[in-house]
C-alpha cells in the first residue's frame, strides 16, 4: 500500500482549474520529486495532500486512510506524521532556532524539557547546524534557515516529509548542500518524501521518481534516467529551459532577426 496516494485528484478556484484529475502514489522510502512551472498547481497539490485544502473531488491517503474524511481530530494525529518545510522556511522570527525547532515537541507531546533540548540538539545535528541553539533567525543566512526550518519538520519523528522549494533564491553551492541534506536524511530517517522544486540539478540528484506538473495533470511519474530521455515535447522543453515550445500558455513573441542593412543601389 502506497504511503501517500493521491486519486482522481482536482480543484479549481472559480474558472481557474489548477488540478485536474491527477493520480500519484509515493511508496514507503520513496522521495518522489514534483517539478513544474510557476503558478502550476505544486503548492495546490501538497496543500491537499496535508489536509490544508479540500479538492472538488478525488481524495488523498495516508497508508489507506482518506485524509478528507478525517475527524478534526483524526487529521490533527494524522498531520503529526507529516514533516512540513515550506518554502523560506517560514520560522517564527521572535524564538531562537531552539525554540523553533522544539515548538511542535512541547505542544504535542509531554517530553520533559531536557528530552525536548537532547531531541532538539539531534536535529540540528542531522541538518549540520549544531550549537546554533541560541541564534535567532534573523542571525541565519537564508541555507541556514531553510536547515532549522528541516530540524523543526523532523522533531516529531514524521513518517513523511514534504518540502515546498526548499532551494529557492539560494546560491548553487547551498542549494547542492541542501540536496544533499534531504538525501541525508532519507537515509538516516527512511522517511518518505515529496520535493517541489524548481532547480533540475537537485531534483535529479534526490529523486527515486520524478513527476512533471502541467496543465492540472502529472506528466510522466518516472526514475530519473527514464524522464530525462522522455521524448514528451513539454518536458523536454522544461529540461532544456527553453522559451520555445508548448510549454507556457502565453508564449513570448518571436524573437526578431537582427534587421540587414539596406542594400544601396
Ligand atoms: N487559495 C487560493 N485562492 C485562489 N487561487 C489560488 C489559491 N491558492 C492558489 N491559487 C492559484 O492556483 C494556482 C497555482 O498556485 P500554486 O501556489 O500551487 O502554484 P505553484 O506551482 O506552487 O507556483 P510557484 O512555483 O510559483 O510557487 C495559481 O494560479 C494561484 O494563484
Do not use: W, Y
Amino acid at each position: 500500500m502506497p504511503v501517500i496516494d493521491v486519486v482522481n485528484l482536482s480543484k479549481s478556484f472559480g474558472k481557474l482549474t489548477v488540478l485536474s484529475d491527477v493520480n500519484l502514489a509515493v511508496e514507503e522510502g520513496e522521495s518522489l520529486v514534483i517539478l513544474g512551472g510557476s503558478g502550476t498547481g505544486k503548492t495546490v497539490l501538497l496543500r491537499c495532500i496535508m489536509g490544508l485544502l479540500r479538492p472538488d473531488s478525488g481524495h488523498v491517503a495516508m497508508d489507506g486512510r482518506v485524509i478528507q474524511t478525517m475527524t478534526r481530530d483524526q487529521l490533527f494525529e494524522a498531520r503529526k506524521e507529516i514533516g512540513m518545510c515550506f518554502q523560506m522556511a517560514a520560522l517564527f522570527d521572535s524564538m531562537t532556532v531552539e525554540q523553533n525547532v522544539g515548538f511542535a515537541l512541547k505542544r504535542h507531546t509531554s517530553m520533559t524539557r531536557a528530552e525536548i533540548l537532547d531531541r532538539v540538539d539531534e536535529c540540528l545535528n542531522l541538518v549540520g547546524l549544531k550549537g546554533t541553539n541560541r541564534l535567532r533567525p534573523s542571525e541565519l543566512s537564508g541555507g541556514m534557515k531553510r536547515r532549522v526550518g528541516f530540524a523543526r519538520a523532523i522533531a516529531l519523528k514524521p513518517k513523511i516529509l514534504l518540502f515546498d522549494e526548499p532551494t529557492t533564491g539560494l546560491d548553487p553551492v547551498m542549494t547542492d548542500v541542501i540536496g544533499r541534506i534531504i538525501m541525508d536524511l532519507k537515509q538516516e530517517l527512511g522517511v518518505t518524501s515529496i520535493t517541489i522544486t524548481h532547480d533540475l540539478k537537485s531534483a535529479f540528484a534526490i529523486a527515486d521518481r520524478i513527476a512533471l506538473l502541467f496543465r492540472g495533470k502529472c506528466l510522466a511519474v518516472q526514475k530519473p534516467d527514464d524522464f530525462r530521455v522522455n521524448p514528451h515535447e513539454v518536458i523536454q522543453q522544461f529540461l532544456r529551459g527553453d522559451a520555445d515550445g508548448p510549454f507556457l500558455q502565453d508564449p513570448p513573441p518571436p524573437s526578431k532577426k537582427p534587421s540587414q542593412p539596406e542594400a544601396r543601389p
